[in-house]
């Protein structure tokens, strides 16, 4: 199922990428603006698998555990990717419906590696500092030049090349940076037997843009400083590779043409989807794409003989369950829905989101065996993915409706913590501490969640001060 989610911690996680696009941009509203939009985040299943497919052999190839690099989709039209502290690697969804091909998608992927594999984010965070100091500096000397010669335009002038040299070493320093990291990718993609094609072909959809004024730029071409001789270097390598044979579309390009429609039909308009995949276009893709338009228009008439043509030739498919699951939950066709969830996840058992629709399902059929049921699902996917709000609250209306109030606060309480309202996670541990014996293991958690949710509300109170 794909979800949008929001996320009230981004700024904080990407605080130096945002600062670093100010920087870039010449003036802080590109990055402030971004962060107090409050970006959402993009959860599917399957686009997730598929884009840990490409992800995962790089990440070996480089040297960098899989399980240390966290990867997610940000709701965003625009062309980017970036990488924070912490190894997050972001993908707009922009970005990957402009990906026509998978090496293209791929060799960003690739140079994004780059970047974790060379620390270039810590350093990144370093030459900020450094830049932000030579410009104070030379606004200090500035006004001392100012007042020496009582000539409020010598100190401006002053001002004004200090903060150049500033600006020229920052751009200087993410120029190195960038052709690293390029010189990283060329190499792992040679390692995983991948051609940098995709790379470069990605280059001249940038080199498109940079013939764009900077504010109809998109955030890549900004943040990914582009030069002739970085485009000359992938081109060089390109080059020196086998010629590549045409030919059918192979297996990998038919799983990223899925990507690329089901991101486009749910997240585009339903007639620009229609329009994009008609009728007509046979592949799965299209199909994939027309199905999902005509459920986002409440047409299950015609969605649903789509889906299940998909299901008549792959039945073996999770993820068309999945969708046909959520189609029949959002439609209050309970039983039909959770049937194909339990199809899903017997197809994909390890696939947390797969197995969160399924507790959804459970928990929307309020029988008492489904919410039972629930439970045991949910505790398994939070097994998974602790943070995962969503999963939280419908712990909290299994146990809830279960008659189990104090646990059902509990849940709702982190449920509370992870969506950005400390306030209610303290109102909703208070709950939980009166109802829960003192000596049951959990106390020690809503003690910790309790202090938690104190610190956030003391942080805020200051905050509006």
Not at 14 to 39: D, Y
Not at 400 to 412: I, T
């Amino acid at each position: 199922m794909l979800g949008i989610w929001s996320v009230r911690t981004l700024a904080s996680l990407s605080v130096i990428v945002a600062f670093g696009l100010a920087l870039l941009t010449t003036g802080a509203s590109g990055g402030v603006a971004w962060a107090q939009r409050g970006p959402s985040l993009i959860r599917d299943a399957e686009v997730e698998r598929i884009i840990r497919s490409y992800t995962n052999p790089l990440l070996t190839a480089a040297g960098v555990p899989v399980d240390a690099v966290t990867i997610r989709i940000l709701n965003d039209p625009s062309l980017n990717a970036f990488v924070t502290t912490g190894n997050r690697l972001f993908i707009h969804s922009g970005l990957l419906m402009r990906a026509d091909t998978p090496d293209q998608l791929t060799g960003v992927i690739a140079h994004e590696i780059g970047h974790i594999a060379g620390g270039h984010v810590a350093r990144l965070g370093d030459e900020i500092e450094r830049a932000t100091i030579t410009s104070l500096a030379a606004m200090a000397l500035g006004a001392v030049a100012g007042m020496a010669s009582g000539r409020g335009d010598v100190g401006m002038a002053a001002m004004s090349l200090g903060q150049h040299a500033a600006t020229r070493n920052f751009f200087a320093f993410t120029r190195t940076q960038e052709s690293a990291a390029d010189q990283f990718a060329l190499r792992i993609l040679d390692q995983t037997g991948q051609s940098a094609r995709g790379l470069l072909e990605f280059f001249d959809i940038l080199g498109d843009q940079e013939i764009l004024v900077s504010a109809s730029q998109d955030p890549y071409v900004r943040t990914h400083p582009l030069t002739a001789e970085r485009v000359a270097s992938v081109r060089n390598h390109v080059d020196a590779e086998p010629p590549v044979a045409e030919g059918a579309p192979t297996p990998k390009q038919l799983t990223h043409d899925r990507l690329v429609a089901k991101l486009f039909a749910f997240l585009e308009p339903q007639a620009r989807t229609l329009q994009r995949y008609p009728e007509g276009n046979d592949s799965v893709a299209a199909r994939y794409a027309r199905a999902i338009a005509y459920f986002r228009r409440g047409d299950l008439a015609n969605a649903r003989p789509l889906v299940d043509s998909l299901l008549a030739e792959s039945p073996q498919d999770p993820f068309f369950h999945e969708l046909k699951g959520q189609m029949l939950l959002e439609n209050s066709r309970i039983p039909e829905a959770r049937e194909a969830y339990e199809q899903a996840v017997a197809l994909a058992p390890d696939e947390p989101l797969i197995t969160l629709s399924l507790a959804h399902a459970l928990v929307e059929s309020g029988r008492p065996e489904d919410l039972k049921r629930a439970e045991a699902v949910l505790r398994r996917t939070l097994n998974q993915e602790p943070r995962n709000a969503f999963a939280w609250r419908l712990m909290g209306m299994s146990q809830g409706r279960q008659g189990m109030e104090g646990h059902a606060a509990y849940a709702m309480a982190e449920y509370a913590m992870l969506t950005g309202d400390p306030a209610q996670a303290a109102y909703h541990v208070g709950k939980a501490q009166r109802l829960i014996p003192q000596a049951d293991p959990l106390w020690l958690r809503l003690d910790d969640l309790g202090q938690e949710a104190r610190r956030a509300q003391e942080k805020a109170a200051e905050d509006r001060r």
